[in-house]
């Protein structure tokens, strides 16, 4: 009995009201542009003057251009599954939220704990590179007086020297971390505008020194074969992690449905673009063998002896650097804000300074552990290790995906139709009862016809929920009717019609559906069978889920035997052959079986086109990526997931929200048992 329970206890999912989704303690003043430069700061900061040096020289020479192509490829497949998710469930915490609420509390608290050492390998590798260029800009004065003064026998995970720079640049992002939201994305559009400029400047100095033998002296232009371009398409995927840093702002974005899934689009394709563009220059105007590591861009103009221009890219490299780090903070924070609301982490991670509107207790304590790694772990043991968990949640947000759309009961906000030509509105009502206490939680949402027969949302905010109601409509006139539902989300069952004093009439529905039922092109060519349902059940759920479990081993296989291809085919195994494409047709079956699935017909504010196509192509190139990654990363990894399940299992297991809602519920049904028993032999006496 012990057993079972605490197994589901693993497996609880987050509780979502929609009346509350809207809600946040965070000040609300991020458009379209400040979303878009918080991501394009990661590209352009640590992607640009860091990964993209590092991925040329260890892993796949001239033929990083292809790596780049193939990360942004799949960043820009994962960058349309957050999207969705985001707006089906706008709150801070992305991948973390997404997978709790969706794939239970186990993975929830494994992707979170994956998360924290994400943003702490980010922060430590943006605050020692921009230290590495400041020192460069010094002529390596900082680094001779450490090296002299400070002697240490360093193995192969700690740095030479303590690195004091970085602990300077850590200083400066912390105390500008700490002045708030409007305050941080502000100064970030600066310095990316900025650094723009920059870039296009070195794309520019490096397209006058083209020399094509960069790209055809031995050992040739795929110089480390399709297992180096794999692997720095690996790496390369953190420099497209615009959409980690996007989705945590959803709580601080002016309209969360529009602006962020806009933003994580647009600063996918933009970081491409860039990235495209500076691997370019760089393969082509210098020979990648020659590359050094630290301040590599800045070298390499001083090698090709460009006046003046490697004191632009490294000022342009302290700009972009600074604003990563900013950014990377700023996830961070939001980060631990959800953890610490959840109490998967303590609650004291959860609260909001009343001043600044920031998290500010989480800033301290990470970023001190945060100092402790940038100061004492050497440069290339960070960088191995920084994209895993990146991949990792790329790979979950797209199953996300696939079981909000395929499994019974659909999860999170839903749009209204889009266009209605009869005069009857239609308006959908949402209420909610939290487990703790009776309280009633209302939203309306009313849709005004205009000229064009389309419908517009009129948004104003009410008191009791931070929802909104029409503008133009008297809050007088709204009909409340008492609903309650017990740690969930209720809606009237029974058409309602009215009419308002201005002459509007609407229907009030149990669900709202789109008007629009064709679907995608795409999933057209695979139809449905006449007599399957409209909305998903039970059944086609377990066959979804069988076909997605087997989906997900059959693409492992695949990724090991891509990532061992050049040994297994130079011993020229028919078997191996026979293998691959057994896999290939497993996966093309259990695509069509999850294809031929009905969805919900309910439309999310934010839609992934072509699904399933977009999150399978998505969570097998994750996975293929994860394959490549070297298996120091793995020995790392590992040691840190150990410490983050004791931690699980020690605290959050029994400390989360879920689980005190878990324990009501077991108190209030031994009462009523014991009441049904007493009252049972009160009768029998």
């Given at each position: 009995m012990?057993?079972?329970?605490?197994?589901?206890?693993?497996?609880?999912?987050?509780?979502?009201?929609?009346?509350?989704?809207y809600?946040?303690?965070f000040?609300?003043?991020?458009?379209?542009?400040?979303?878009?430069?918080?991501?394009?700061?990661?590209?352009?900061?640590?992607?640009?003057?860091?990964?993209m040096?590092?991925?040329?020289?260890?892993d796949?020479?001239p033929?990083?251009?292809?790596?780049?192509i193939?990360?942004?490829?799949?960043a820009?497949?994962?960058?349309l599954?957050?999207?969705?998710?985001?707006?089906?469930?706008?709150?801070?915490?992305?991948a973390?939220?997404?997978?709790?609420?969706?794939?239970g509390?186990?993975?929830?608290?494994?992707?979170?704990?994956?998360?924290?050492?994400?943003?702490?390998?980010?922060?430590?590798?943006?605050?020692?590179?921009?230290g590495?260029y400041?020192?460069?800009?010094?002529?390596?004065t900082?680094?001779?007086?450490?090296?002299?003064?400070?002697?240490?026998?360093?193995?192969?995970?700690?740095?030479?020297?303590?690195?004091?720079?970085?602990?300077?640049?850590?200083?400066?992002v912390?105390?500008?971390?700490?002045?708030?939201?409007?305050?941080?994305?502000?100064?970030n559009?600066?310095?990316?505008?900025?650094?723009?400029?920059?870039?296009?400047?070195?794309?520019?100095?490096?397209?006058?020194?083209?020399r094509?033998?960069?790209?055809?002296?031995?050992?040739?232009?795929?110089s480390?074969?399709?297992?180096?371009?794999?692997?720095?398409?690996?790496?390369l995927?953190?420099a497209f992690?615009?959409?980690?840093?996007?989705?945590?702002?959803?709580?601080?974005?002016?309209?969360?449905?529009?602006?962020?899934?806009?933003?994580?689009v647009?600063?996918?394709?933009?970081?491409?673009?860039?990235?495209?563009?500076?691997?370019?220059?760089?393969?082509?105007?210098?020979?990648?063998?020659?590359?050094?590591?630290?301040?590599?861009?800045?070298?390499?103009?001083?090698?090709?002896?460009?006046?003046?221009?490697?004191?632009?890219?490294?000022?342009?490299?302290?700009?972009?650097?600074?604003?990563?780090?900013?950014c990377?903070?700023?996830?961070?924070?939001?980060?631990?804000?959800?953890?610490?609301?959840?109490?998967?982490?303590?609650?004291?991670?959860?609260?909001?300074?009343k001043?600044?509107?920031?998290?500010?207790?989480?800033?301290?304590?990470?970023?001190?552990?945060?100092?402790?790694?940038?100061?004492?772990?050497?440069?290339?043991?960070?960088?191995?290790?920084?994209?895993?968990?990146?991949?990792?949640?790329?790979?979950?947000?797209?199953m996300?995906?696939?079981?909000?759309?395929?499994?019974?009961?659909?999860?999170?906000?839903?749009?209204?139709?889009?266009?209605i030509?009869?005069?009857?509105?239609?308006?959908?009502?949402?209420?909610?009862?939290?487990?703790n206490?009776?309280?009633?939680?209302?939203?309306?949402?009313f849709?005004?016809?205009?000229?064009?027969?389309?419908?517009?949302v009129?948004?104003?905010?009410?008191?009791?929920?931070?929802?909104?109601?029409?503008?133009s409509?008297?809050?007088?006139d709204?009909?409340?009717?008492?609903?309650?539902?017990?740690?969930?989300?209720?809606?009237?069952?029974l058409?309602?019609?009215?009419?308002?004093?201005?002459?509007?009439?609407?229907?009030r529905?149990?669900?709202?559906?789109?008007?629009?039922?064709?679907?995608?092109?795409?999933?057209?060519?695979?139809?449905?069978?006449?007599?399957?349902?409209?909305?998903p059940?039970?059944?086609?759920?377990?066959?979804?889920?069988?076909?997605?479990?087997?989906?997900l081993?059959?693409?492992?296989?695949?990724?090991?035997?891509?990532?061992?291809?050049?040994?297994?085919?130079?011993?020229?195994?028919?078997?191996i052959?026979?293998?691959?494409f057994?896999?290939?047709?497993l996966?093309?079956?259990?695509t069509?079986?999850?294809?031929?699935?009905p969805?919900?017909?309910a439309?999310p504010?934010?839609?992934?086109p072509?699904?399933p196509?977009?999150?399978?192509?998505?969570?097998i190139?994750?996975?293929c990526?994860i394959?490549?990654?070297?298996?120091?990363?793995?020995?790392?990894?590992?040691v840190?997931?150990?410490?983050?399940?004791?931690?699980?299992?020690?605290y959050?297991?029994?400390?989360?929200?879920?689980?005190?809602?878990?324990?009501?519920?077991?108190?209030?049904?031994?009462?009523?048992?014991?009441?049904?028993?007493?009252?049972?032999t009160?009768?029998?006496?």
């Amino acid at each position: 009995m012990v057993w079972p329970r605490f197994c589901d206890g693993m497996i609880r999912r987050k509780s979502v009201v929609t009346s509350t989704l809207y809600a946040s303690p965070f000040r609300r003043c991020l458009g379209l542009l400040d979303l878009i430069c918080l991501g394009l700061a990661s590209s352009l900061g640590l992607g640009m003057y860091v990964i993209m040096a590092y991925a040329t020289r260890n892993d796949a020479g001239p033929a990083v251009v292809i790596s780049v192509i193939i990360a942004g490829v799949s960043a820009l497949l994962s960058a349309l599954c957050y999207a969705e998710m985001v707006a089906r469930l706008p709150q801070a915490g992305s991948a973390y939220m997404f997978t709790y609420v969706t794939l239970g509390e186990m993975c929830g608290f494994v992707i979170g704990w994956n998360m924290i050492l994400e943003n702490v390998i980010g922060g430590a590798l943006v605050a020692k590179a921009w230290g590495q260029y400041l020192d460069f800009m010094t002529n390596h004065t900082v680094q001779r007086i450490l090296c002299e003064s400070i002697n240490w026998s360093s193995g192969p995970v700690l740095s030479d020297f303590p690195d004091v720079l970085a602990l300077v640049a850590l200083s400066m992002v912390m105390i500008m971390a700490s002045l708030g939201v409007k305050a941080i994305s502000s100064v970030n559009i600066v310095l990316m505008l900025m650094n723009i400029l920059v870039v296009l400047c070195f794309i520019c100095l490096g397209f006058f020194h083209v020399r094509h033998e960069n790209w055809t002296d031995s050992p040739g232009f795929f110089s480390h074969g399709s297992r180096g371009v794999l692997s720095a398409a690996s790496i390369l995927i953190y420099a497209f992690g615009s959409f980690e840093i996007i989705s945590s702002a959803t709580e601080e974005s002016l309209d969360p449905a529009k602006f962020v899934p806009t933003g994580l689009v647009l600063s996918a394709i933009i970081s491409f673009a860039s990235l495209f563009g500076v691997s370019l220059a760089l393969t082509l105007s210098f020979p990648w063998k020659s590359l050094i590591l630290q301040a590599s861009l800045s070298e390499m103009f001083a090698e090709l002896q460009v006046v003046g221009s490697s004191t632009i890219i490294s000022f342009g490299a302290l700009l972009g650097l600074f604003s990563t780090g900013i950014c990377v903070v700023y996830s961070q924070q939001r980060l631990l804000y959800s953890l610490g609301k959840d109490v998967i982490l303590p609650k004291w991670f959860g609260n909001v300074n009343k001043k600044t509107m920031t998290p500010w207790n989480s800033t301290v304590p990470m970023m001190t552990f945060t100092a402790i790694i940038a100061v004492f772990i050497n440069f290339d043991t960070l960088l191995e290790i920084a994209a895993i968990g990146t991949l990792f949640c790329c790979v979950l947000v797209a199953m996300c995906v696939l079981c909000l759309r395929y499994q019974p009961g659909y999860v999170g906000l839903q749009m209204e139709f889009e266009d209605i030509a009869c005069e009857e509105q239609k308006c959908s009502k949402f209420a909610a009862i939290e487990r703790n206490d009776t309280c009633e939680m209302n939203e309306y949402r009313f849709c005004q016809k205009t000229k064009n027969n389309s419908l517009n949302v009129f948004q104003e905010r009410t008191p009791l929920t931070n929802g909104y109601i029409n503008q133009s409509l008297d809050p007088s006139d709204t009909i409340n009717e008492r609903t309650t539902a017990y740690g969930g989300i209720s809606t009237d069952t029974l058409q309602h019609k009215a009419t308002l004093r201005n002459g509007i009439t609407y229907k009030r529905f149990d669900s709202v559906l789109s008007s629009n039922s064709a679907g995608s092109v795409l999933s057209g060519l695979i139809r449905l069978p006449s007599d399957v349902n409209l909305d998903p059940n039970e059944a086609t759920w377990k066959i979804v889920g069988g076909s997605l479990i087997v989906f997900l081993l059959s693409s492992i296989i695949l990724s090991v035997l891509t990532v061992l291809g050049g040994e297994l085919f130079h011993a020229q195994s028919w078997w191996i052959i026979i293998l691959i494409f057994s896999v290939i047709v497993l996966l093309i079956i259990t695509t069509c079986i999850i294809a031929r699935q009905p969805q919900h017909a309910a439309q999310p504010p934010f839609k992934t086109p072509y699904v399933p196509f977009i999150p399978l192509c998505s969570i097998i190139m994750n996975i293929c990526f994860i394959a490549g990654l070297p298996f120091q990363c793995w020995i790392r990894f590992a040691v840190w997931m150990i410490i983050g399940l004791v931690i699980y299992f020690c605290y959050s297991y029994r400390h989360s929200n879920e689980h005190q809602y878990d324990e009501q519920e077991v108190v209030l049904y031994e009462i009523t048992a014991k009441e049904n028993r007493d009252d049972t032999t009160g009768q029998e006496k």
